[in-house]
Nanobody
Framework: QVQLVESGGGLVQAGGSLRLSCAAS????????MSWFRQAPGKEREFVVG????????SYADSVKGRFTISRDNAKNMVYLQMNSLKPEAPAVYYC????????????????WGQGTQVTVSS
């Protein structure tokens, strides 16, 4: 049974940093691309960043490029999202997701999701 568990969310001031973690179990992480999405209240879930199975390829949404960094440790079945220079935006729940062997930007391309972790950036 595939399971994803996110952690690391919280309240941070604008300009600050947070590191999100996603622990995966039930499958071999290195075989699949992993991505982070986020969803603010009343909005659609949006792609943030994805990483290939090997970690060699990364794809970032324009809104986070240069501020967020995705990484993975396949030996530990973990994916991380380092978020720096956070901007004061509406609170959002960040989700990690696993799909196929490519980094898709559409949530429909992903089969398994974690429960999410809340990120709130205050001004």
């Amino acid at each position: 049974q595939v399971q994803l568990v996110e952690s690391g969310g919280g309240l941070v001031q604008a300009g600050g940093s947070l590191r999100l973690s996603c622990a995966a179990s039930g499958y071999t992480l290195s075989s699949y691309a992993m991505s982070w999405f986020r969803q603010a209240p009343g909005k659609e879930r949006e792609f943030v960043v994805g990483i290939s199975g090997s970690g060699a390829v990364k794809s970032y949404a324009d809104s986070v490029k240069g501020r967020f960094t995705i990484s993975r440790d396949n030996a530990k079945n973990m994916v991380y999202l380092q978020m720096n220079s956070l901007k004061p935006e509406a609170p959002a729940v960040y989700y990690c997701a696993v799909g196929g062997n490519r980094i898709g930007r559409n949530q429909r391309e992903y089969d398994h999701w974690g429960q999410g972790t809340q990120v709130t950036v205050s001004s």
